[in-house]
């Protein structure tokens, strides 16, 4: 049998989170995913393997969204078939640290307002960590969350990314909808 296996690092900060009270995260995510993590928490070298790669492949993204400031129950849920993580590096967009400051706070808002709005209409869960904006949810709720983000960073205006976040969620529900009455008549 073929063994693969990936290295990453994530933030030293982050390693004891990704590690758990008495290992049991880790612990928890070797079971699921049927895979051996090894963690230097000195330097935050993360190492993974097991002998299938798609599995290989989802524990590699949790362990990014640990990093990446995610709480491991929000980054566990990657193991669905249909949950995607994604990362906007809010860096590429800021010119300066000061601008780098003002770009994550766009996203967050006063008191969160804005992540919360953002999170609430997409049903997807956000994390501004360092540099980077993390987004876990469903494929196609992470992608409009993403859309919103960025447009946020580029300069749109909160209200706008509301409105057109308003807009997304009514067709994603009327989807939904049709395929409830489809369902509903077989």
Same mark, same amino acid.
């Given at each position: 049998?073929?063994?693969? %296996?990936?290295?990453?690092?994530?933030?030293?900060?982050?390693?004891?989170?990704?590690?758990?009270?008495?290992?049991?995260?880790?612990?928890?995510?070797?079971?699921?995913?049927?895979?051996?993590?090894?963690?230097? *928490?000195?330097?935050?070298?993360?190492?993974?393997?097991?002998?299938?790669?798609? *599995?290989?492949? *989802?524990?590699?993204?949790?362990?990014?969204?640990?990093?990446?400031?995610?709480?491991?129950?929000?980054?566990?849920?990657?193991?669905?078939?249909?949950?995607?993580?994604?990362?906007?590096?809010?860096?590429?967009?800021?010119?300066?640290? @000061? *601008?780098?400051?003002?770009?994550?706070?766009?996203?967050?808002?006063?008191?969160?307002?804005?992540?919360?709005?953002?999170?609430?209409?997409?049903?997807?869960?956000? %994390?501004?960590?360092?540099?980077?904006?993390?987004?876990?949810?469903?494929?196609? @709720?992470?992608?409009?969350?993403?859309?919103?983000?960025? @447009?946020?960073?580029?300069?749109?205006?909160?209200?706008?990314?509301?409105?057109?976040?308003?807009?997304?969620?009514?067709?994603?529900?009327?989807?939904?909808?049709?395929?409830?009455?489809?369902?509903?008549?077989?």
């Amino acid at each position: 049998m073929t063994t693969f %296996s990936y290295g990453l690092k994530i933030p030293k900060e982050r390693v004891a989170v990704l590690i758990g009270k008495k290992g049991e995260v880790k612990r928890q995510l070797e079971e699921e995913t049927k895979t051996k993590i090894k963690i230097d *928490s000195e330097e935050g070298d993360v190492f993974v393997e097991g002998e299938d790669a798609i *599995s290989l492949y *989802s524990t590699r993204e949790i362990i990014k969204a640990v990093g990446r400031g995610f709480n491991p129950e929000i980054a566990l849920q990657l193991l669905k078939p249909d949950y995607a993580f994604e990362l906007i590096n809010i860096d590429e967009y800021a010119k300066t640290k @000061n *601008s780098l400051l003002r770009l994550k706070g766009r996203i967050i808002g006063k008191e969160g307002k804005s992540r919360r709005v953002i999170e609430e209409l997409t049903e997807t869960e956000i %994390s501004v960590y360092g540099k980077t904006a993390g987004i876990i949810g469903q494929t196609e @709720n992470v992608s409009i969350a993403r859309k919103a983000i960025e @447009n946020l960073i580029k300069g749109s205006t909160h209200a706008k990314i509301y409105k057109f976040l308003e807009k997304q969620r009514r067709s994603l529900k009327q989807k939904e909808m049709v395929i409830y009455d489809d369902t509903d008549s077989a």
